[in-house]
């Protein structure tokens, strides 16, 4: 079974600082999908950035990056240039696709607050 | 655009009492999913189906059943609500898997307690 972990269950940073969220996961599969989510206070889930297990560049989105170590089986979120549209939970999530049994995998999240 | 379509958003039940939550797509995905969020808790999946037709269970399957009658819709129903559902309850959908931009698109949740 497939377990994620984000030890970090709440964060605050100043505006327009960078902050990095720390996620692990484990598995004993060797493809698979990694994501971020992000959940306002509007609850809507928002996907953020995605990460292929094979591709060992990591993934970038503008002000978002992710530290993907593969061995370590971490999967980490750096924003940079925190706005105060980032505050939100965010989720970390790990999918696997095995044909009829595709699961995504959440983890607790982590409530993150951009202080003026 | 309105992707991913929640009915109702909230909703107060009382104990034994039954009920249909009603997701709606209009991307023509094939995959749609329930999930529940309880707090401090991620999200847990509920059931999920992969194609007009077919349902399965997911994680957190007890005292819920789904139905995928036609390919834009996806219900939920309770058929003898408990407290243990208070729960906000969310439903996304996703293109056909095997993808590796698999996004989940999701609704806006709905809020159910259960008294």
């Known amino acids: 079974a497939q377990t994620v972990t984000q030890s970090q269950p709440e964060m605050s940073v100043q505006e327009a600082e960078t902050v990095t969220l720390s996620c692990t996961y484990d598995?004993?599969?060797?493809?698979?999908?990694l994501f971020w989510y992000k959940q306002p206070p509007s609850r809507q889930m928002i996907l953020v950035i995605r990460?292929?297990?094979?591709?060992?560049q990591n993934a970038t989105e503008n002000r978002f990056s992710v530290n993907f170590q593969k061995a370590a089986k971490s999967f980490s979120l750096k924003i940079s240039d925190s706005q105060l549209g980032d505050t939100a939970m965010y989720f970390c999530?790990?999918?696997?696709?095995?044909?009829?049994?595709?699961?995504?995998?959440f983890g607790t999240g982590t409530r993150l607050t951009i202080i003026p | 655009n309105a992707g991913v379509t929640q009915t109702p958003k909230f909703r107060v039940l009382k104990t034994g009492q039954s009920m249909t939550l009603l997701c709606a797509q209009d991307?023509?995905?094939?995959?749609m999913y329930w999930y529940r969020q309880d707090p401090g808790m991620g999200l847990r999946l509920i059931h999920y189906?992969?194609?007009?037709?077919?349902?399965a269970k997911g994680e957190v399957p007890d005292g819920y059943n789904v139905s995928r009658l036609k390919k834009q819709n996806f219900l939920l129903g309770l058929e003898s609500a408990a407290p243990s559902q208070t729960s906000v309850y969310f439903c996304?959908?996703?293109?056909?898997?095997?993808?590796?931009?698999?996004?989940?698109?999701f609704g806006d949740g709905t809020r159910l307690s259960i008294l």
């Open positions: 189906s992969v194609g007009e037709g077919t349902t």
């Open positions: 598995t004993s599969e060797n493809n698979y999908y």
């Open positions: 996304a959908s996703s293109p056909e898997t095997g993808y590796w931009n698999q996004p989940q698109h």
């Open positions: 991307m023509n995905h094939e995959y």
């Open positions: 990460q292929e297990a094979y591709k060992q």
């Open positions: 999530a790990f999918f696997i696709s095995n044909f009829g049994n595709e699961k995504l995998t």
